[in-house]
């Protein structure tokens, strides 16, 4: 079982990136789902979560500029990221919390967290 997050890259200022964050593996169900960041020399915070049932969450710093969304059926979440400025550079990590088969053993809401996927914005 794993999360594999992709979509970083280098974007200018005022530009937009989408990332993608898909779980693979004998997954049962899929709970929150959620986008961290961790800015060089800062603490890993919260960007934005979804609930299996929608219910979303964001930073402050992040409303109005990007957009969370699930897919249940492809096990994926995304981060649709708009009006970048510097302060949005990071690594960004997707969180999950997964249930799934471990061996003839079900195993239920692990929390889950990918690689991280760097997001460089520049001015």
């Known amino acids: 079982v794993q999360l594999q997050a992709s979509g970083g890259g280098l974007v200018q200022a005022g530009g937009s990136l989408r990332l993608s964050c898909s779980a693979s593996?004998?997954?049962?169900?899929?709970?929150?789902m959620g986008w961290y960041r961790q800015a060089p020399g800062k603490q890993r915070e919260l960007v934005a979560t979804?609930?299996?049932?929608?219910?979303?969450n964001y930073a402050d710093s992040v409303k109005g500029r990007f957009t969370i969304s699930r897919d249940n059926a492809k096990n994926t979440v995304y981060l649709q990221m708009s009006s970048l400025t510097p302060e949005d550079t990071a690594d960004y990590y997707c969180?999950?919390?997964?249930?799934?088969?471990?061996?003839?053993?079900?195993?239920?809401?692990?929390?889950?967290w990918g690689k991280g996927t760097l997001v460089t914005v520049s001015s």
């Open positions: 593996g004998s997954i049962i169900s899929i709970g929150t």
């Open positions: 979804t609930t299996r049932g929608g219910t979303i």
């Open positions: 969180n999950a919390q997964l249930s799934f088969m471990d061996q003839g053993v079900r195993r239920y809401g692990i929390d889950y």
